[in-house]
């Protein structure tokens, strides 16, 4: 694998996490668009990798036409999504693993408006950033999907480590299963980018609204 690339896919895993845990050691309280702002960044600085140094396609990390299929599976996988985390607290309470709710934060944020974009960023970065590159230059690398999907799900699960108590990792976890396992399949964002951005929609709606 070039050095640029093994770079680009440490940068896809960890910067998130790493920024993360940087400002919460510095005591930093940045606001929901400047959150906004960095994970975007970040997204755009590999994207940009992709195509004005590795001089390829985006095509090449999952950003593809979608085929009419994919509607179904966006359908699906949304649908195990919310299953999980519709089910997954009350089975892991029975064996005493705390589970936050994931969006009390939305309260504090200046308005739907912003709680809405904050969803749908998460949903499109966390996607391009834990499934599409990695995943295609470590599958391109080992020609392993065994391989290449464990070693972004346990990435994306401890990134959540930063901020979630143990059973919202556990759900996160089994959710980087179904997004990994889709992708995979697929290999196009579509269907991964819509379920997840859709569920965090959904949340922020039933926040507001519910």
């Known amino acids: 694998m070039p050095t640029v690339t093994q770079l680009t896919v440490a940068v896809a895993l960890l910067a998130l996490p790493v920024l993360v845990a940087l400002i919460d050691a510095l005591g930093l309280t ?28 985006l095509a090449s990390v999952g950003v593809r036409r979608p085929a ?17 985390f519709v089910v997954g607290p009350t089975v892991l309470a029975t064996v005493g693993l705390p589970v ?7 309260e504090s944020t200046p308005g739907i408006g912003v709680a809405l974009v904050g969803a749908v960023t998460t949903g499109v970065v966390e996607e391009v950033l834990y499934r599409g590159y990695p995943l295609e230059r470590l599958l391109e690398y080992t020609d392993s999907a065994v391989v290449a999907g464990t070693l ?25 299963v179904v997004l990994t396992v889709v992708y995979l399949r697929r290999r196009t964002l579509f ?4 379920a997840h951005a859709g569920i965090w929609a959904l949340a922020v709606l039933g926040q507001y609204y519910g």
Do not use: K
């Not at 906004?36 to 590795?54: F, H, M, R, S, Y």
């Open 100 to 106: 936050a709710d994931g969006v009390s934060s939305l």
């Open 152 to 176: 972004t799900v346990v990435v994306f699960t401890l990134a959540h480590l930063v901020t979630w108590p143990i059973g919202n990792v556990v759900l996160v976890a089994t959710v980087s």
């Open 68 to 84: 009419w299929r994919d509607l179904a599976y966006l359908v699906g996988t949304a649908a195990v999504v919310l299953a999980v």
């Open 191 to 194: 269907p991964v980018v819509g």
């Open 30 to 57: 940045p606001g929901p668009l400047a959150e906004v702002a960095l994970q975007w960044t970040v997204a755009l600085a590999v994207l940009g990798v992709v195509v004005g140094v590795e001089d390829r396609p």
